[in-house]
């Protein structure tokens, strides 16, 4: 995957933009985005979560997943095209099934709630509602993890360094350091 | 204690600004030209970048909106934190190596500069400039009101400040964050970042362990409360349902590594190997200051909801509710510092970038050469920027608040939309192209503003943040695609093969 990579990105938003199309052209619910608490001024309710998702429920969900899939295309192309060894792509790819994985579980257990009116707790939470709020967080982690931990491998190797700093110097001794003239850099 | 609670948190505010002030005086010392001024003289260390990035994405709107806002629509605004590893992740793969290397070589101090080297297209340079102008008139309106309240609140409690008016309010909060704005330039702004992003963590922890102690059950009878009340409320979609919360997740995680304020910042460090530091403790202190949000908001509902105390005027008086009722004054003191700091660190980053644009980069654009004596030109156009954002958040706030509402629309989603293809993609793809620039940055800002002008609700709850960055996401890609590649600068080549 070297350049084929921004097609892949235009495909990824080219889906979401035929979705988002189809999720404001699908048949209306009422109070879809909420509505007044009969109560307390200030405060909105959600009302029924089944018929909220009824029409654009699938749509939603794909539209997430390849949100995340998005993320993770945009970060492999952050990375200089001679770093996207195979091993990177590896890891890439582990990072989305990870999400993916995330995302799956806190739609199947709301699913699941709004079904049968049940749920259990997790710190605190609902347990869909703590893979959105704990799960969700933690997806982003493999990618802190793959940048952290290899950024002398993919990020900036001592050989980009070098490069950079070979770079510095050789327009300095063109006196393009300091003008900032794009003219004059071509 | 519970006495002299007004006096502690006014003296709380009043340690923090005094420490500003002298921070500022500190930090002239050590700025003597436009470089120092803008980019701190791209010298900064791991720690202080790290503090300063985190600090600026989580503005008074997260001490304030962000509570307020999970009373009012439940886990909705959840989505705006949650993505906050993944948006940085983002910003730091795609942006923060590139822009400090380009930063350097091409000797610029604006984000810009860094653009209209990376497309050699002044248009391009001009339509950035212009936009983050607009931009930061709105937010920087905004946060100055929202300063000026809070300290309105903060010293109406007090027997000597009983009856003092917001414009007053308006001038102290205005003149300490111009002095050292004035005075010290970016390294004042960055120095307070640090102290900002230290008692914003603080503040976070404590409020969480507060928050964990008012009901007996912990956090966990806290949402029990809520899921009795509206299932829909404390479930993952929130009381404001899918598409709201996707958009917020979409927007507020990719549109990151768009903001302005925050890439700028990425040119400042010391050395580029630093960003594998910078990262992960961005990202851990963005996490603790955020508890603050999610904690308050969820308390705050239950409670209201539970009858332990009665319902708010305001969703955005559940921070300031919260803080009376269940913190001691000691803690509210430093969570008022908090606040202001949250406010301060964003203000200050949105007055430099600002002052940039207004006084670099434009006239570049237009005459293509830099002003005379940019330093003062910095200095004077700071205050003046200052004073017109002041102004305008009072005339807002008492005559027609239209306007500010209008640029308020220039805010995160306008910034993501228009800057983030433009920044992130052309940074890391060759084929990005000046038209597909331009295309992306006009659809975005048209649409954004359209959608403010008309007043169009979209159904189930999309935003026009979120539409606008997807068209204009799908308008760069493919225009690029379709317009010739470009011949890139030889040293911008080499840049983006590194």
């Known amino acids: 995957m070297g350049r084929q990579l921004i097609y892949v990105i235009a495909a990824i938003c080219a889906a979401m933009t035929i979705i988002l199309f ?110 959105a709020m704990y799960g969700v967080w933690l997806g982003g982690i493999p990618l802190v993890l793959i940048y952290t931990l290899g950024f002398r491998q993919f990020i900036y190797t001592d050989e980009d360094q070098a490069e950079f700093e070979k770079l510095v110097a050789e327009s300095a001794a063109e006196g393009q350091e300091t003008d900032n003239n794009p003219e ?3 | 204690m519970e006495a002299y609670r007004q006096e502690i948190i006014l003296g709380a505010v009043a340690l923090y600004m005094v420490f500003c002030v002298v921070t500022g005086l500190w930090a002239m010392r050590r700025t003597s030209d436009a470089s120092d001024f803008f980019v701190a003289g791209r010298g900064l260390g791991p720690i202080v970048i790290s503090l300063a990035l985190f600090s600026s994405t989580l503005s008074g709107f997260g001490f304030v909106g962000g509570p307020g806002l999970v009373y009012s629509i439940g886990v909705s605004s959840f989505w705006m934190i949650t993505i906050s590893t993944a948006g940085y992740a983002l910003g730091f793969f795609m942006v923060s190596k590139r ?131 509206d299932s829909e409320a404390i479930m993952p979609w929130g009381s404001a349902g899918i ?30 190997s630093d960003n594998r530091h910078i990262f992960p403790l961005s990202v851990m202190g963005y996490v603790l ?54 406010i301060m660190s964003t203000s200050d980053a ?24 940019e330093l003062m030109w910095a200095r004077i156009v700071t205050v003046i920027l200052a004073i ?42 060759k084929g990005a192209t000046v038209p597909g620039a331009v295309a992306a940055i006009v659809s975005a800002l048209i649409i954004n503003f359209g959608v403010q002008l008309a007043g169009i609700a979209l159904p189930y709850g999309v935003s026009g943040g979120l539409l606008s960055f997807v068209v204009s996401l799908f308008l760069f890609l493919s225009v690029s695609l379709i317009t010739k590649p470009p011949v890139l600068d030889r040293d911008i080549d080499r840049v983006m093969d590194i």
């Open chain 2, 388 to 429: 017109v954002a002041a102004l305008f958040a009072l005339y807002s706030y008492y005559a027609d608040a239209t306007l500010v509402a209008l640029l308020g629309a220039f805010g995160w989603a306008t910034f993501a939309a228009s800057l983030f293809p433009v920044v992130a993609l052309g940074l890391n793809w």
């Open chain 2, 99 to 229: 822009i400090r290397m380009i930063a350097e070589l091409r000797n610029c101090i604006s984000l810009p500069d860094v653009l209209a080297a990376r497309y050699g297209s002044e248009a391009v340079r001009l339509l950035v400039a212009i936009t983050i102008v607009l931009g930061v008139m709105g937010y920087l309106a905004t946060q100055i009101l929202a300063m000026a309240v809070v300290m309105q609140a903060i010293l109406s409690g007090t027997a000597m400040f009983a009856d003092i008016g917001l414009v007053a309010c308006v001038a102290i909060s205005s003149t300490v964050l111009i002095f050292y704005c004035v005075t010290g330039g970016i390294i004042a702004s960055v120095y307070t970042d640090v102290v900002q992003g230290g008692i914003m963590m603080v503040a976070g922890v404590l409020i969480l362990l507060t928050a964990m102690s008012v009901f007996d059950g912990g956090m966990t009878e806290a949402t029990s409360i809520i899921l009795k009340d």
């Open chain 1, 184 to 186: 004059e850099a071509r």
């Open chain 2, 243 to 272: 598409m709201a919360s996707l958009g917020w997740f979409f927007v507020f995680g990719l549109g990151l590594a768009g903001q302005p304020h925050l890439v700028t910042k990425m040119m400042m460090n010391r050395n580029i």
């Open chain 2, 289 to 342: 200051a955020a508890l603050l949000w999610v904690s308050i908001g969820i308390i705050m509902r239950a409670t209201v909801i539970d009858g332990v105390i009665p319902p708010l005027g305001l969703p955005d008086d559940a921070a300031s509710v919260f803080l009376s009722v269940f913190t001691s004054p000691l803690l509210a003191g430093i969570v008022f510092a908090g606040l202001f700091a949250a």
């Open chain 1, 22 to 131: 189809l999720i404001l052209t699908a048949e209306p619910v009422t109070n879809a985005g909420g509505s007044a608490h009969p109560i307390f001024a200030g405060m909105r309710i959600g009302g029924d979560g089944l018929a909220r998702l009824e029409h654009i429920g699938s749509l939603g969900y794909a539209f997430q997943a390849l949100l995340l899939s998005l993320i993770v295309a945009f970060a492999t192309l952050g990375v200089s095209e001679k770093h996207r060894t195979p091993r990177l792509r590896a890891y890439m790819i582990a990072a989305l099934i990870f999400s993916l994985f995330i995302l799956w579980q806190m739609v199947s257990s709301h699913l699941n709630f709004i079904a049968t009116g049940e749920t259990t707790y997790f710190m605190g939470f609902p347990t869909p509602t703590a893979w």
């Open chain 2, 350 to 373: 949105f007055l430099n970038i600002g002052t940039a644009a207004i006084i670099h980069d434009i006239p570049k654009a237009i005459w293509g050469k830099n002003i005379e004596n």
